[in-house]
């Protein structure tokens, strides 16, 4: 008898009722559904597009044809087809133009290729196919475009106004180019050309008159704001007002709704009452006492302050719209106050002009004659409301485009010539090329051809001839040939005809086609929850998911999450690691905050060791609350923009490989090259114990004076390198830095005298200026604030391990004295020199530009994977936001330096920079010139160093990590001064008596000092906040330090030597007045914080708020920052 079958279980793994689409079907729906938008949007494209009017389900209709606005208010369910209105959504965002192009390019991507999904071609080679031919397609435009003499002011102003036309051609207000085109270039160029934030250029619509009665406003206009009867006695215009901008409320409160007052006689109730009364009386006083003509406030003014200030001339306007006020303080000066209390000339604003207009049927408040200038208002007029609206759209568009041609400079022809152009390009390359990427290269030349015809189309031109006759002339070499909607043979020279486009957005259009297509064709399964099919589906999944998609195509990961039984999350990643975002729908929680630094935290975190790894990390921020979010956010210009992510979440394990990935790649080299450095600053010293002196004939002041050069050109120099290096990038200077200096290091084997000994001393230290603040500067990109002082105090150690490896070096070295008749310190200026050269060359290929940036021809998959680069550019910016103000090849300007030299908050510092290596600083330099005066020998004198570097080198480790403990700068630095006065003290003592191994000991201890000097590195840096402040305060910082070196290099002098009393006795007294200083930079620090917390506190929740939208102090000065102490 036949066995039965076993009985199979069913497997349930969907709900009941779920929706599960896959294969090939899905692929082709997919398509079709996005072909489906592009035939909606097709029409509009080009000088002859249509319009489209779109009613909304509450009887709202718009006219535009703006890709982006009609795919925004299209309600569209199909979920690849929402991707669509994603891309627009991005280009938009991104370059202000080319959105229909967008959409059409991606859907004609999809239709050319169905042919092949239908026979089986597996998607990853249409996707291998398309990301090569977009790449030879942005290449071909960065090859081809042209570049406008921005020097010219003329050229690049012509060149503006031909990009702003060729982005209304086809708009609706396509009749009016040359009117709106000079009103859109003159808005660009009175912003600030630095940023361009076209936030600043104020929109106004007005309902009435003609197009042409629209008008620019060079400063700011504001519809007149609601106002009491006293209003109208005010005046109405005014010549060189004082302005004065608010946030406060000058307005009595009905006591009915506000206040609940319990008194027990009516005498006590109408002295509450004159209180009131007695406030906003003193607040309009102080107003007065300004001196300010307008008096604006984005608060109410009520009717009492309305009659007070129109007794006394002064105009005033309350309820002023948050945006309009900011553009009035961008543009008259000044500063929004949050009290009337202390204000001065400072705050207050001015203008050439202020008057109260009427345009149409409203009255608007006008500020002309700006001094400060930095903002515009356009005053659009027209019929319909809809009219309107769609010319304010139109200009959007052509400010953004005319803002990119502002930034960028390159142009390409429009009208489809540079579709043909590369059409012809891609397809002459996939005919040398094998197998099926041809036909999908064939495929992507021939979608590109969709933007031509449909030109044509829509201009009622035959686009079969058109294109025909498009393709001859691009064959034979006319590259800028494109369609003519007016002329009679229906293609002309583009370039020549000035329709004119920024190549950026051809460049972004055809990316993010493609990537929006590889995405598309990338899924093959789609399954529907029923609980989308119900009434109430739930949230929607916020804008911008599907352009989120996109940038994390190439991670191909995933995270499961569970809940364990004690709540807690765990997690299990698979295939790289990806965003943890949320569980169910519901966002993933932060990681615990760390705990605030103390001596028992410290020995608790030490005992216990108990941190779960695979806990979540991410860290609190400003970034977790959309309104801080969004004034912290990195600008687009930020190097690392791309990476950053408010919802990336990882974990400790994550983290932890990071950040031993950055100390192996990028911390170990930093180590390398201060190694190098230091082998040769401090080779002078173990040349010193092999008659150096003698074989120049040159004298210990002429020594000195080498060591006052040295250090006075490294000073000089401190500055100047790092504007270069912020300019070239620290990748670049660094390097170029090393092989410079080491060039005159090996070259001092050839000193002939005291002349040449001097010139390569000033060499020496010019060339090397500035390296230490670069290499600090670039080491804050990789590391958080806590971290970078511990590294510091490692990258500091290699400054020890130089002094000891060179003592050993030098003691085999200078033994080649007599070889060939030389000295044997000219062999050891010649070694090291060539080492030094060497790790240079090396450093070109070992130092990434940054986080993000570590791709190269020499290393083509890079240090991190996408997800390394991610934790490491979200973490930083955690930790400190404001590292993302300035892109790493941005250069300052010379008002940004004096802004940051003006900083006085920094000048502590500064001073302390100056004065605390001094004590130990003229021992340290003299150890072995000290040792042979006290009749050692060369060999014994190098080799007796030693101790007082280990014991130097084990005192920086032991502050650094002090300072962590207590987490205290001014009580982990001062002991330095605290170590060195008996010391010295000790050494004033001694006599000619006295014995030398006792003389050594003293100044071994002497020299071997706790080296403070990294934490004081990371103090400044700490306290400095902004990029653009860092840089400068760095290299001031060091320059002090450096000038510092000059004073104690010429504290012992020869008439003094050998026990240096005199040289002593000044450093016991400098000794005592460094302790001194460290306690008033603790008090000075302590006062500002405690100034500020009571500032900000009194603050409401509101007002701080308003404060950080719009405060004109940055990084250090605003009022939110607490300094280190």
């Given at each position: 008898?036949?066995?039965?079958?076993?009985?199979?279980?069913?497997?349930?793994?969907?709900?009941?009722?779920?929706?599960?689409?896959q294969?090939k079907?899905?692929?082709?729906?997919?398509?079709?559904?996005?072909l489906?938008?592009?035939?909606?949007?097709s029409?509009t494209?080009g000088?002859r597009g249509?319009?489209?009017?779109?009613?909304?389900d509450?009887?709202?209709?718009?006219?535009t044809?703006?890709?982006?606005?009609?795919?925004?208010?299209l309600d569209?369910?199909?979920?690849?087809?929402?991707?669509l209105?994603?891309?627009?959504?991005a280009?938009?965002?991104?370059v202000?133009?080319?959105?229909?192009?967008?959409v059409?390019l991606a859907?004609?991507?999809l239709?050319?290729?169905r042919?092949y999904?239908?026979?089986?071609?597996?998607p990853?080679?249409?996707?291998k196919?398309?990301?090569?031919?977009?790449?030879?397609?942005i290449d071909?435009?960065?090859?081809?475009?042209?570049?406008?003499?921005?020097?010219?002011?003329e050229k690049?102003r012509?060149l503006?106004m031909?990009?702003?036309?060729t982005s209304?051609?086809?708009?609706l207000?396509?009749?009016?180019?040359?009117?709106f085109?000079?009103m859109?270039v003159d808005?660009?160029?009175?912003?600030?050309?630095?940023?361009?934030?076209?936030s600043l250029?104020?929109?106004?619509?007005i309902?009435?008159?003609g197009m042409q009665?629209?008008l620019?406003?060079?400063?700011?206009?504001?519809?007149?704001?609601?106002?009491?009867a006293?209003?109208?006695?005010?005046?109405?215009?005014?010549?060189?007002?004082?302005?004065l901008?608010?946030?406060?409320?000058?307005?009595?409160?009905a006591?009915?709704?506000?206040?609940e007052?319990?008194?027990?006689?009516?005498s006590d109730y109408?002295?509450?009452?004159?209180a009131?009364?007695?406030?906003?009386f003193?607040?309009?006083?102080?107003?007065?006492?300004t001196?300010?003509?307008?008096?604006l406030?984005?608060?109410p003014?009520g009717?009492?302050a309305?009659q007070w200030?129109?007794?006394r001339?002064?105009?005033?306007?309350?309820r002023?719209p948050a945006?309009d006020?900011?553009?009035?303080v961008?543009?008259?000066?000044?500063?929004i106050q949050s009290?009337?209390a202390?204000?001065?000339?400072?705050?207050?604003g001015?203008?050439?002009?202020?008057?109260?207009?009427?345009?149409?049927?409203?009255?608007?408040?006008?500020?002309?004659?700006c001094?400060?200038a930095?903002?515009?208002?356009?005053?659009?007029?027209?019929g319909?409301?809809?009219?309107?609206?769609?010319?304010?759209?139109s200009?959007?568009?052509?400010?953004?485009v005319?803002?990119?041609?502002v930034k960028?400079?390159?142009?390409v022809?429009?009208?489809?010539?540079?579709e043909?152009?590369?059409?012809?390009?891609?397809?002459?390359?996939?005919?040398?090329i094998?197998?099926?990427?041809?036909?999908?290269q064939i495929a992507?030349?021939k979608?590109?051809?969709?933007?031509?015809?449909?030109?044509?189309?829509n201009?009622g031109?035959d686009?079969?001839d058109?294109l025909n006759?498009?393709?001859m002339?691009?064959a034979?070499?006319?590259?800028?040939?494109g369609?003519?909607?007016?002329?009679p043979d229906?293609?002309?020279?583009?370039?020549?005809?000035?329709?004119?486009?920024p190549?950026?957005?051809?460049v972004?259009a055809?990316?993010?086609?493609?990537?929006?297509?590889?995405?598309i064709?990338?899924v093959?399964e789609t399954v529907?929850?029923?609980?989308s099919?119900?009434?109430?589906p739930?949230?929607?999944?916020?804008?911008?998911?599907?352009?989120?998609?996109l940038?994390?195509?190439?991670?191909?990961?995933?995270?499961?999450k569970?809940?364990?039984?004690?709540?807690?999350l765990?997690?299990d990643?698979?295939?790289?690691?990806?965003?943890?975002a949320?569980v169910?729908g519901?966002p993933?929680p932060?990681?615990?905050?760390?705990?605030p630094?103390s001596?028992?935290?410290?020995?608790?975190r030490?005992?216990?060791q108990?941190i779960?790894?695979d806990?979540?990390?991410?860290q609190?921020?400003?970034f977790?609350?959309?309104?801080t979010?969004?004034?912290?956010r990195?600008?687009?210009k930020?190097e690392?923009?791309?990476?950053?992510?408010?919802?990336a979440?990882?974990t400790?394990r994550?983290?932890?490989r990071?950040?031993?990935?950055?100390?192996?790649?990028?911390?170990?080299?930093?180590?390398?090259?201060f190694?190098?450095?230091d082998?040769?600053?401090?080779n002078?010293?173990q040349?010193?114990?092999?008659?150096?002196?003698?074989d120049?004939k040159i004298?210990?002041?002429?020594f000195?004076l080498?060591?006052t050069?040295?250090?006075?050109a490294?000073?000089i120099?401190?500055?100047p390198?790092?504007?270069?290096?912020?300019r070239?990038?620290?990748d670049?200077?660094i390097?170029?830095q090393m092989v410079?200096?080491?060039v005159?290091s090996?070259?001092?084997?050839?000193?002939?005298?005291?002349?040449?000994?001097?010139a390569?001393?000033?060499?020496l230290?010019?060339?090397q200026g500035?390296?230490?603040p670069?290499?600090?500067l670039y080491l804050?990109y990789?590391?958080?604030k806590?971290?970078l002082?511990?590294?510091l105090?490692?990258?500091?150690v290699?400054?020890?391990?130089?002094?000891i490896?060179?003592?050993f070096?030098a003691?085999g070295?200078?033994k080649l004295?007599g070889h060939n008749g030389q000295?044997?310190?000219r062999?050891?200026?010649?070694?090291?020199?060539?080492?030094?050269?060497?790790?240079g060359?090396?450093?070109?290929?070992?130092?990434?530009?940054?986080p993000?940036?570590?791709?190269?021809?020499?290393?083509p998959?890079?240090w991190?994977t996408?997800?390394?680069?991610?934790?490491m550019v979200?973490r930083?910016?955690r930790?400190d936001p404001s590292?993302?103000?300035?892109?790493?090849?941005?250069?300052?300007?010379?008002k940004?330096i004096w802004?940051?030299?003006?900083?006085?908050?920094?000048?502590?510092?500064?001073?302390?920079?100056l004065t605390?290596?001094?004590?130990t600083?003229a021992?340290?330099?003299?150890?072995?010139l000290?040792?042979?005066?006290?009749?050692?020998s060369?060999?014994?004198s190098n080799?007796?160093?030693?101790?007082?570097?280990?014991?130097?080198?084990?005192?920086l480790?032991?502050?650094?990590?002090?300072?962590?403990?207590?987490?205290?700068r001014v009580?982990?630095?001062?002991i330095?001064?605290?170590w060195s006065?008996?010391?010295?003290?000790a050494l004033?003592?001694?006599?000619?008596h006295t014995?030398?191994w006792?003389?050594?000991?003293?100044?071994?201890l002497v020299?071997g000092f706790?080296?403070?000097h990294?934490i004081q590195?990371a103090?400044?840096?700490?306290?400095s906040?902004s990029?653009r402040?860092?840089?400068?305060?760095a290299?001031?910082?060091n320059?002090?330090?450096?000038?510092?070196?000059i004073?104690?290099a010429?504290i012992?002098?020869?008439?003094?030597?050998?026990?240096y009393k005199?040289?002593?006795?000044?450093?016991i007294?400098?000794?005592?007045?460094?302790?001194?200083?460290?306690?008033?930079?603790?008090?000075f620090y302590?006062t500002?914080n405690k100034?500020r917390?009571?500032?900000w506190n009194?603050?409401?929740?509101?007002?701080?708020?308003?404060y950080?939208?719009?405060?004109?102090?940055?990084?250090?000065?605003?009022?939110?920052?607490?300094?280190?102490?």
């Amino acid at each position: 008898m036949q066995r039965p079958l076993p009985m199979q279980p069913t497997v349930v793994l969907l709900k009941e009722g779920t929706d599960s689409s896959q294969g090939k079907g899905q692929l082709l729906s997919n398509i079709s559904a996005c072909l489906a938008i592009s035939e909606t949007l097709s029409s509009t494209l080009g000088p002859r597009g249509m319009d489209k009017l779109i009613v909304s389900d509450r009887g709202e209709a718009q006219i535009t044809n703006d890709g982006a606005t009609i795919l925004k208010l299209l309600d569209i369910v199909h979920p690849a087809a929402r991707t669509l209105v994603d891309i627009a959504r991005a280009q938009d965002a991104e370059v202000g133009d080319g959105t229909t192009s967008v959409v059409l390019l991606a859907a004609q991507m999809l239709k050319e290729i169905r042919g092949y999904i239908e026979d089986d071609v597996s998607p990853h080679i249409i996707m291998k196919g398309f990301r090569q031919a977009a790449q030879l397609a942005i290449d071909r435009i960065k090859e081809i475009q042209v570049t406008v003499d921005k020097s010219d002011p003329e050229k690049l102003r012509s060149l503006l106004m031909k990009c702003a036309s060729t982005s209304m051609s086809s708009k609706l207000i396509h009749s009016e180019k040359p009117f709106f085109s000079k009103m859109v270039v003159d808005a660009v160029e009175s912003l600030d050309q630095e940023d361009l934030d076209e936030s600043l250029i104020g929109v106004k619509k007005i309902p009435g008159g003609g197009m042409q009665d629209s008008l620019l406003v060079q400063g700011v206009a504001f519809k007149k704001t609601f106002t009491y009867a006293g209003a109208e006695q005010q005046p109405k215009s005014f010549k060189n007002p004082l302005i004065l901008s608010l946030n406060v409320e000058l307005e009595l409160k009905a006591e009915k709704d506000n206040a609940e007052v319990r008194v027990d006689a009516v005498s006590d109730y109408q002295a509450i009452v004159d209180a009131e009364w007695e406030i906003i009386f003193r607040k309009l006083q102080e107003i007065e006492k300004t001196g300010a003509k307008v008096v604006l406030s984005k608060l109410p003014i009520g009717d009492l302050a309305t009659q007070w200030f129109a007794d006394r001339d002064i105009f005033c306007a309350g309820r002023v719209p948050a945006g309009d006020l900011r553009r009035v303080v961008q543009a008259v000066g000044g500063s929004i106050q949050s009290t009337t209390a202390d204000i001065s000339r400072e705050h207050l604003g001015t203008c050439g002009s202020f008057n109260e207009r009427q345009i149409g049927g409203e009255r608007y408040n006008i500020f002309q004659e700006c001094p400060k200038a930095k903002t515009c208002t356009l005053l659009l007029r027209g019929g319909a409301e809809q009219f309107i609206e769609e010319v304010e759209r139109s200009l959007h568009d052509a400010i953004m485009v005319v803002r990119r041609a502002v930034k960028n400079g390159e142009v390409v022809a429009g009208g489809g010539a540079i579709e043909m152009d590369l059409s012809a390009y891609i397809r002459k390359h996939a005919l040398s090329i094998p197998g099926k990427l041809q036909l999908v290269q064939i495929a992507f030349a021939k979608a590109l051809e969709i933007i031509p015809r449909q030109i044509c189309d829509n201009a009622g031109l035959d686009s079969t001839d058109i294109l025909n006759k498009l393709r001859m002339r691009h064959a034979n070499g006319e590259k800028w040939i494109g369609v003519d909607v007016d002329g009679p043979d229906g293609v002309r020279d583009n370039l020549e005809a000035f329709v004119w486009e920024p190549s950026l957005i051809k460049v972004n259009a055809i990316s993010s086609a493609v990537e929006a297509a590889c995405l598309i064709i990338s899924v093959d399964e789609t399954v529907r929850n029923p609980q989308s099919e119900q009434a109430n589906p739930g949230p929607k999944a916020p804008p911008g998911a599907a352009q989120r998609a996109l940038r994390g195509r190439g991670q191909q990961a995933s995270l499961e999450k569970t809940a364990s039984s004690d709540g807690h999350l765990s997690l299990d990643e698979k295939r790289g690691g990806a965003d943890i975002a949320s569980v169910k729908g519901a966002p993933v929680p932060l990681g615990a905050p760390e705990e605030p630094r103390s001596l028992a935290s410290f020995w608790r975190r030490r005992k216990s060791q108990s941190i779960d790894l695979d806990a979540i990390a991410t860290q609190p921020s400003v970034f977790d609350d959309p309104v801080t979010l969004e004034l912290n956010r990195p600008p687009s210009k930020y190097e690392n923009a791309h990476r950053f992510d408010p919802d990336a979440r990882w974990t400790w394990r994550e983290e932890k490989r990071v950040v031993r990935k950055i100390d192996t790649r990028i911390m170990i080299w930093a180590f390398v090259m201060f190694f190098a450095l230091d082998l040769d600053r401090s080779n002078i010293s173990q040349a010193n114990t092999d008659n150096f002196l003698q074989d120049l004939k040159i004298t210990t002041d002429d020594f000195n004076l080498g060591n006052t050069l040295f250090r006075l050109a490294f000073l000089i120099a401190e500055l100047p390198s790092q504007l270069v290096s912020k300019r070239l990038g620290p990748d670049i200077w660094i390097p170029s830095q090393m092989v410079l200096w080491s060039v005159v290091s090996w070259s001092q084997y050839w000193l002939s005298g005291r002349a040449s000994f001097l010139a390569t001393r000033f060499f020496l230290g010019f060339l090397q200026g500035g390296f230490i603040p670069d290499i600090v500067l670039y080491l804050s990109y990789f590391y958080t604030k806590t971290e970078l002082p511990i590294r510091l105090a490692w990258f500091w150690v290699s400054n020890y391990l130089t002094d000891i490896v060179a003592a050993f070096l030098a003691t085999g070295i200078l033994k080649l004295r007599g070889h060939n008749g030389q000295s044997g310190w000219r062999y050891l200026f010649l070694i090291e020199g060539v080492f030094t050269c060497l790790t240079g060359v090396i450093s070109y290929f070992m130092m990434p530009a940054g986080p993000t940036q570590t791709k190269a021809w020499f290393r083509p998959k890079g240090w991190f994977t996408d997800r390394d680069e991610v934790i490491m550019v979200n973490r930083v910016l955690r930790d400190d936001p404001s590292k993302s103000d300035m892109h790493n090849r941005q250069g300052l300007n010379v008002k940004m330096i004096w802004q940051a030299l003006c900083d006085w908050h920094m000048w502590p510092l500064y001073i302390l920079g100056l004065t605390h290596m001094i004590p130990t600083g003229a021992p340290q330099v003299y150890l072995t010139l000290s040792l042979r005066n006290l009749g050692f020998s060369t060999t014994t004198s190098n080799l007796l160093s030693i101790p007082a570097y280990v014991i130097g080198t084990i005192g920086l480790l032991i502050t650094a990590y002090l300072s962590e403990v207590i987490n205290s700068r001014v009580l982990s630095t001062v002991i330095l001064q605290i170590w060195s006065l008996p010391l010295l003290v000790a050494l004033y003592t001694f006599n000619a008596h006295t014995s030398q191994w006792v003389y050594y000991a003293v100044i071994t201890l002497v020299v071997g000092f706790p080296y403070v000097h990294p934490i004081q590195v990371a103090w400044a840096s700490r306290n400095s906040h902004s990029v653009r402040t860092r840089t400068i305060s760095a290299s001031v910082y060091n320059m002090f330090v450096q000038a510092g070196a000059i004073i104690y290099a010429n504290i012992y002098q020869a008439k003094d030597k050998p026990l240096y009393k005199a040289g002593n006795r000044a450093l016991i007294g400098i000794n005592c007045m460094n302790l001194v200083l460290y306690a008033f930079t603790y008090f000075f620090y302590r006062t500002l914080n405690k100034r500020r917390e009571k500032k900000w506190n009194v603050m409401t929740e509101k007002e701080q708020t308003e404060y950080l939208e719009t405060t004109k102090d940055v990084g250090n000065q605003r009022l939110n920052f607490r300094f280190a102490y």
